[in-house]
């Protein structure tokens, strides 16, 4: 398998922001999701009325984080976020003028997909990975994950979803790119991705250690 531009495959580990790194938000006892934004009716459902079987489905696929670490071939279950979107469409009425989605987790941490991106085939709301439970370190209750992009679209702990008309830059802010598509390198808003590579490779160790020193 080739992999994306500027990557090195790595075992997987926990990972994101240095800011974030001592947050592991413990799961609520009935966790939810809250949707807002442009819809007519702002609502919020549980994870086993987001979760239903008839939705459920499995894959395989890459974390690619910004930092330059892929972690490969990992299987995760849940339910295609288009699925959700659907009948969200339905029951809170979107607006045709939402553009973006914003997605928050129990840790505060927010990020942006094109609403479009987040409409792909494989982009999931998961609750699985590797035949268990999702790990509290990997996102539990759940998590998105949406594998054309960079590592920092997939949030954790998803506790809410924005619609919304315009970007909104989210917790990495001016490091994140509007779409963070992996294929087109598009690590940041700013500079080329290849630069942000040797960047990212510098900063890595002092990232790691956040994490490792928990
Ligand atoms: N809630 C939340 N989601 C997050 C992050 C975070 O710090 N908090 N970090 C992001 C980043 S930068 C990456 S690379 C992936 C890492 O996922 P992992 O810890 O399961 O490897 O989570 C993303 N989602
Ligand atoms: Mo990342």
Redesign the pocket.
């Known amino acids: 398998m080739e992999l994306p531009p500027g990557q090195v495959a790595t075992t997987?580990?926990?990972?994101?922001?240095p800011?974030?790194?001592r947050?592991r938000?413990a799961p609520p006892a009935r966790p939810v999701v809250t949707v807002s934004g442009a819809v007519r009716r702002p609502t919020q459902l549980a994870l086993d009325e987001l979760l239903t079987d008839e939705l459920r489905r499995s894959q395989r696929s890459d974390?690619?984080?910004?930092?330059t670490w892929s972690?490969l071939g990992l299987h995760w279950e849940g339910v295609p976020f288009h699925a959700v979107h659907n009948a969200l469409s339905e029951h809170v009425g979107i607006s045709t003028r939402a553009r973006w989605v914003s997605v928050t987790?129990?840790?505060?941490?927010r990020?942006c997909l094109r609403l479009d991106d987040a409409l792909a085939e494989d982009v999931l709301l998961a609750d699985r990975?590797d035949g268990a439970a999702l790990p509290l370190?990997?996102?539990a209750p759940l998590?998105?994950v949406a594998p054309a992009q960079?590592?920092?679209?997939?949030?954790?702990?998803?506790c809410a979803l924005d619609y919304r008309r315009d970007y909104d830059p989210g917790?990495?802010r001016w490091a994140a790119h509007p779409r963070g598509r992996v294929r087109h390198e598009e690590r940041s808003r700013y500079l080329p991705g290849p630069l942000w590579r040797v960047i990212w490779r510098a900063a890595l160790p002092a990232v790691r250690r956040r994490y490792d020193g928990e």
């Open positions: 997987p580990r926990r990972f994101g922001l800011q974030f790194a947050s938000p974390l690619h984080c910004v930092t972690a987790g129990l840790d505060g941490y990020a990975l370190d990997h996102g998590r998105l960079y590592g920092y679209k997939s949030v954790k702990h998803v917790s990495a």
